[in-house]
């Protein structure tokens, strides 16, 4: 089983920045994919970006340029700049060995204010 502890987040002015870190424990074996996806007001969970144990990494069009994500030692960072109220949202730590189940972490609150 892995456990992921999600850490971050909080409330930050529109045009800000704020981080996220996901440690995953546990069964961790590579390959896997680990990354957050958010659930914004009224809207449905949705991916925001990933990164495989090789580095490929993929955006949501909505935070191109904006997030950057990175992994170390099975701890996944989000960075997120130029933050907008619509990031508002319930950030999702996700981990997926490639043979397994998706494992979620609990949520983690942002709050972007205009």
């Known amino acids: 089983q892995v456990r992921l502890a999600e850490s971050g987040g909080g409330s930050a002015q529109g045009g800000g920045s704020l981080s996220l870190s996901c440690a995953a424990s546990?069964?961790?074996?590579?390959?896997?994919?680990m990354g957050w996806y958010r659930r914004s007001p009224g809207k449905e969970r949705t991916l925001v970006a990933t990164i495989s144990t090789e580095g490929a990494t993929d955006y949501a069009d909505f935070v191109k340029g904006r997030f950057t994500i990175s992994n170390e030692n099975d701890t996944t960072f989000l960075q997120m700049n130029s933050l907008e109220p619509e990031d508002t949202g319930v950030y999702y730590c996700?981990?997926?060995?490639?043979?397994?189940?998706?494992?979620w972490g609990r949520g983690i609150p942002v709050t972007v204010s205009s």
């Open positions: 996700y981990h997926k060995w490639t043979w397994g189940l998706p494992n």
């Open positions: 546990g069964a961790v074996f590579s390959p896997y994919v």
